[in-house]
C-alpha cells in the first residue's frame, strides 16, 4: 500500500514539476505587474507548492518505512547492507531539504507580495515554523553530505540557511525599505526555481548527462543552477534597489 501510494505521489510529482520547470521563464521574461505577470506567477506558485508538498510527504514516507518503498532495489541476500540503506537515508534527507527550501522560498514569495510592506501577518510563527525546521535541518544535513563525501549536499544546506536568515531578517529587522517586499518576492521566485532546477538535474535529467560527463564532471549539472542562479539573485537585488540609492539626497 505505502510503495503504491510512493509511486502514484513520485508520478504526480515528476509531472507538476516539469510543468514548473518550463513555466518558470514565462513570468521571469513578462512584463512585470502585467496581468499576464501575475496570472503566470500564480500558476508557477500552485505548481510549486504542490511539488514542494508531494516531496515533504513522500520524503517522509520513506522514512517510516524504507524497506517496503525503496528496499527492492538495494537487497542483498535478502537483506539492505547498513552502508547502503544509510546512503539512501542522505539521499533522501536532501530531497526533504530539497522540498522543504522548495516550499520556504515559493511561500516567501507569495507572502510577500500579499502582504508588501505589511510584514505583521509573516511574523506569525505558523509562517516562520518551516524556516526553522530549515535551520534546523541544513546544518545537519551538511554534516551528514561531509560523512558521505557528497559536496552537493553541503552547498545546498548552506544554501538553505542564507536563505532562512535572509527571511528571517526581512521579517524581524525594524524598518525595511519600501520596496523590500518586491526584493523579497522576486529572489524568493528565484530561489524556487533553483531548487526545482537542481532536483530535476541531480535526479531526473542525471541520465541526460551520464555519457557526456564523468567523474567529479557529473556534479556540474547539478551545481550549474546555483551557479547562475544565486549570481542572478545578488545581481536582481542590487538592481531593484537602485532607484532608491540614486534617488536618496
Given amino acids: 500500500m505505502m510503495f503504491m501510494l510512493h509511486s502514484l505521489l513520485l508520478k504526480f510529482h515528476i509531472l507538476l514539476g516539469v510543468i514548473a520547470l518550463l513555466l518558470?521563464?514565462?513570468p521571469m521574461f513578462s512584463r512585470k505587474g502585467s496581468a499576464l505577470h501575475r496570472r503566470l506567477g500564480r500558476y508557477y506558485a500552485y505548481l510549486m507548492k504542490a511539488v514542494a508538498l508531494s516531496g515533504l510527504v513522500?520524503?517522509?514516507m520513506v522514512w517510516f518505512d524504507p524497506i517496503e518503498i525503496k528496499?527492492?532495489?538495494l537487497m542483498v541476500d535478502g537483506q539492505i547492507p547498513q552502508r547502503k540503506l544509510e546512503f539512501l537515508m542522505l539521499i533522501n534527507l536532501f530531497l526533504f531539504l530539497l522540498s522543504l527550501l522548495s516550499w520556504v522560498t515559493i511561500r516567501h514569495a507569495t507572502g510577500s507580495l500579499l502582504c508588501k510592506q505589511n510584514r505583521e501577518p509573516l511574523k506569525h510563527w505558523?509562517?516562520?515554523?518551516?524556516v526553522w525546521l530549515l535551520v534546523v535541518v541544513a546544518p545537519y544535513a551538511a554534516w551528514q553530505g561531509f560523512q558521505f563525501s557528497m559536496p552537493l549536499v553541503m552547498v545546498f544546506a548552506g544554501i538553505s540557511l542564507v536563505t532562512c536568515f535572509s527571511i528571517l531578517?526581512?521579517?524581524?529587522t525594524k524598518t525595511v525599505t519600501p520596496?523590500?517586499?518586491l526584493i523579497e518576492h522576486a529572489?524568493?521566485?528565484i530561489g524556487s526555481g533553483i531548487a526545482a532546477y537542481t532536483a530535476f538535474f541531480a535526479f531526473g535529467g542525471r541520465a541526460l548527462f551520464a555519457e557526456l560527463l564523468t567523474g567529479h564532471w557529473m556534479m556540474l549539472p547539478w551545481l550549474l543552477p546555483s551557479l547562475i542562479g544565486v549570481p542572478a539573485t545578488i545581481w536582481f537585488k542590487r538592481r531593484l534597489a537602485q532607484p532608491l540609492r540614486n534617488s536618496a539626497p
Wanted: charged share 5%.
Fill in 169 to 172: 531578517s526581512y521579517l524581524h
Fill in 187 to 189: 529572489s524568493a521566485m
Fill in 58 to 60: 513522500m520524503t517522509c
Fill in 126 to 130: 505558523s509562517y516562520q515554523a518551516p
Fill in 179 to 181: 520596496n523590500r517586499w
Fill in 24 to 26: 518558470f521563464w514565462l
Fill in 71 to 73: 528496499g527492492a532495489g
